[in-house]
């Protein structure tokens, strides 16, 4: 059975959504955008999954709410994510935070729970929480499950900083795949092992510590689910040599995330989280 995933990237670029941009004159869109491209790309490493978009993936309109939520009824989809990113004022100030919108208690409300910690962790800015939002188009007229995500304010002078980090937006959109992908039980796709592949086990006790495989996995070339991959590694494939470590994930010549993996650390290194 195929699970269909909907979604948007709130608003529409090149000015065509009144106000929506940070004081500088970046638009909402642009960084929304990022963020569901990400989201996308990861859902598509799983079985059994069909996503689709319902705002002008060119940004060049700003879809109606109801033709959003019309489509993805019409579609059959069986929830419906939409990524957005705050504002309070439009002039610069010092607010902060994400916070994660659903409504009713049931599956919206466990979606959210599911993907709110993910967000908190990619954009490591104040966690506003999950709230209700009855009074979002995007929640009420979707016939499925829905959660709305608003990952920061444009016009923070903290909250900016992330928002103009593409790596940050990008882990926000992959962390909120991963999650839901966990939630539904989906079963990841077996990655090509390319034959340039050169990261290899190591039995060196430098470094910061080792990795051993617990669940078959990948490295990737950044630190970012979205990275280009290096090759597939599995369980018994023996130790790798940890060089360094960033916001989840464990550098052995490449970036592996840290939920498939077991780290042992070398108590000689103090290890800062990145």
Request: charged letters at 20%; a positive charge.
């Amino acid at each position: 059975m195929t699970l269909r995933i909907g979604g948007c990237g709130g608003h529409g670029g090149f000015g065509v959504t009144l106000g929506k941009r940070t004081p500088d004159g970046e638009f909402e869109w642009n960084f929304n955008n990022k963020v569901w491209l990400a989201f996308e790309k990861t859902l598509k490493q799983y079985e059994g999954v069909d996503v689709r978009r319902f705002d002008d993936p060119t940004g060049r309109t700003d879809v109606p709410l109801a033709t959003r939520t019309n489509g993805a009824n019409a579609w059959g989809a069986d929830l419906y994510v939409s990524f957005h990113h705050n504002a309070n004022t439009g002039k610069w100030g010092t607010w902060s935070g994400v916070e994660t919108f659903s409504w009713g208690s049931g599956q919206s409300q466990k979606i959210a729970e599911a993907v709110h910690p993910a967000i908190v962790s990619a954009y490591g800015l104040t966690n506003r929480g999950i709230k209700n939002g009855q009074h979002l188009h995007i929640l009420r007229k979707t016939n499925m499950p829905a959660v709305l995500i608003e990952g920061g304010f444009m016009d923070s002078t903290i909250d900016i900083k992330k928002l103009r980090d593409d790596k940050v937006l990008e882990s926000a959109g992959s962390g909120v795949a991963h999650a839901i992908a966990k939630l539904y039980g989906l079963k990841r796709k077996e990655a090509p092992m390319p034959v340039e592949a050169k990261v290899t086990p190591s039995k060196q006790t430098q470094g910061i510590g080792v990795l051993s495989i617990i669940e078959n996995t990948v490295i990737r070339k950044e630190a970012v689910y979205t990275a280009d991959i290096i090759r597939a590694i599995k369980p018994g494939e023996g130790e790798f040599l940890v060089h360094d470590y960033l916001t989840g994930w464990y550098n052995i010549g490449g970036w592996v995330y840290k939920d498939q993996v077991k780290f042992t650390p070398n108590n000689n290194v103090l290890i800062t989280k990145g």
